[in-house]
């Protein structure tokens, strides 16, 4: 439950701060709140707010499916204010209070929340100069320092100032750099680099007991390792230095639908082997489209006409297929590439299995490329169904039971369902994840895995209720048919859940837990583990 707000008690007056060996002294707890000493610090309490509209914007995220309110609000300066916050936390009698760094919220089950404690605004640190800095000469690779607070859209247009750009992104651009770190980051590319956080060679962290720790592969690497998919347990992220790639000018877009998913699965899986290496896109995810949407979901999208949409719903009913499937392709190009972008995809297109004549194809600028779904996020609020409840169901499936899959939920559990959202479904090659990070693949000896996403958003407390007993029950068929799925942004309800997610590496989690975050102050949102002497209280929305 939630700690009373702070109030000035009269009998704590007399409590004081002091400092011995440059170290904080155990203060006296407010009733029910704060200590009174964080407001006497004078480099933490000018930058916190507690009135109710600062507290109640940071009391949920964009899943909108938990809140927990916070007793304060802290807009630091520097990484320094955030380590002071920390420490103090630390150094609290007689139990620390939890802290938590919020970039965009875009967490959806309660990662950037505090309940009772004290939530970090990061973007307050990337208000005056932004903390982007490329270099691009004299490297043995170009990279660009970029603060956790700063946003992937800001990166990426620091690098193409120099002709670079970061090689692996999500397909959501407004989302922080220390957000996505903490989590893993995959789109498009990552079957060709890895994911986010198997670029990036140098981070700097502001550890659970307040220490600013500079850590890479050589350097204090159990952090290193442990803060990239670390989901905020280990420490915050307030810089990565990041690899970067030669940027191209423009992108041929293409979308291939299919009506059998053999094929679909068979041509992503060429798509993003060797094989395809030379003449193959440059970025590969897929769709799902349900049978039921074509009547009931919307006539046109940002990238489907309405006669776009027409073509394929009539290709569904001459098929009888359960679903249409989209592989989503992207070959990058400037002017001066060796082989005619034409005549390059007309080769790759040549070797695909896709239903004749359904090509969809526009060419855009690399920029409009990767920052599409800002298209699709202004229709969204524009209709009102962007800041609603997201019941979200992240998975990683392992490629010999994707077909199992299909057919247990596509073409089962979902068959005749119509929520509002989209369904991805795409490969990735297990050998571009360092299974050192804390970042969970499937533990199944295979080298392809399938990222499948039902991205779903509910637009009634009933909607959010049948959505999420929908997910429970993909969950429940999956562990009856032994389908040995991992969950991508997790959630687990008890701390046996997250052992059984983790698995074999739940020693190493609680090793590095109890190595930099002790007294469990970090992201206690998620309840992975339960901050020191109080049960940390959070509500289901």
């Not at 170009?142 to 603060?147: C, F, H, L, N, T």
């Not at 990238?303 to 009539?314: G, I, M, P, T, V």
């Not at 005749?416 to 050192?436: F, S």
């Amino acid at each position: 439950m939630a700690r009373a707000r702070f109030v000035a008690l009269a009998a704590l007056l007399t409590s004081f701060l002091s400092l011995a060996a440059g170290q904080l002294r155990p203060p006296l707890p407010a009733a029910g709140g704060l200590p009174v000493e964080l407001f006497n610090l004078q480099c933490i309490a000018s930058r916190l707010r507690t009135d109710r509209d600062a507290t109640a914007k940071v009391s949920t995220d964009f899943g909108q499916m938990v809140s927990a309110a916070p007793e304060a609000v802290f807009h630091p300066r520097s990484p320094a204010d955030i380590a002071a916050l920390v420490r103090f936390s630390a150094a609290s009698s007689p139990a620390p209070f939890p802290v938590a760094p919020r970039g965009q919220g875009h967490s959806w089950r309660g990662q950037s929340l505090a309940p009772g404690g004290v939530v970090v605004d990061m973007r307050s640190m990337g208000r005056g100069a932004p903390r982007i800095n490329v270099s691009a000469a004299g490297a043995a690779a170009p990279y660009v320092d970029a603060g956790g607070e700063q946003l992937w859209a800001d990166v990426l247009r620091a690098a193409l100032r120099h002709g670079l750009a970061p090689r692996v992104w999500t397909d959501y651009l407004r989302l922080t750099v220390g957000g996505t770190l903490s989590n893993a980051g995959i789109g498009g590319q990552a079957f060709r680099h890895g994911p986010q956080i198997a670029n990036v060679d140098e981070l700097d962290v502001v550890t659970g007991t307040g220490e600013m720790v500079t850590c890479s592969r050589d350097k204090n690497s159990d952090l290193f390792f442990g803060a990239l998919g670390g989901l905020g347990q280990f420490g915050v992220i307030t810089r990565a230095r990041i690899l970067l790639e030669p940027a191209p000018k423009r992108v041929r877009w293409v979308r291939l639908a299919y009506s059998d998913v053999v094929a679909f699965t068979k041509d992503q899986e060429f798509l993003i082997s060797d094989r395809a290496r030379e003449i193959g896109f440059d970025y590969v995810e897929g769709q799902v489209q349900l049978n039921r949407s074509f009547a009931e979901g919307p006539k046109s999208t940002p990238f489907f006409s309405e006669a776009n949409l027409n073509r394929l719903a009539k290709l569904a009913s001459r098929t009888g297929s359960a679903a249409i499937y989209y592989i989503e392709g992207a070959m990058y190009y400037s002017e001066d590439t060796a082989m005619p972008v034409d005549q390059k995809m007309e080769a790759l297109l040549d070797q695909l299995s896709f239903e004749p004549g359904f090509v969809f194809t526009k060419d855009v600028t690399y920029v409009q490329f990767l920052d599409r779904v800002r298209e699709e996020e202004k229709v969204l609020r524009s209709a009102g169904v962007w800041e609603v409840p997201h019941p979200w169901l992240n998975l990683f499936v392992p490629r010999s039971r994707i077909l199992d899959f299909d057919t247990s939920v596509f073409k089962g559990l979902l068959k005749d369902a119509n929520p509002a959202g989209i369904i991805l479904m795409y490969p990735m090659n297990k050998d571009k994840w360092d299974n050192r990070m804390t970042a969970m693949t499937p533990t199944d000896d295979e080298d392809v895995f399938y990222a499948v996403s039902l991205l779903w958003s509910a637009l009634s407390v009933d909607e959010v209720m049948r959505l999420e007993k929908e997910n429970e029950a993909v969950l429940d068929l999956c562990d009856k048919a032994g389908i040995k799925c991992k969950q991508y942004l997790p959630h687990h309800k008890s701390q046996d859940g997250w052992q059984r997610h983790f698995g074999d590496k739940w020693g190493k989690i609680a090793e590095l837990k109890a190595k930099y975050d002790p007294q469990a102050i970090l992201s206690p949102g998620q309840k992975i583990f339960p901050l020191r002497g109080e049960d940390v209280g959070i509500a289901t929305a």
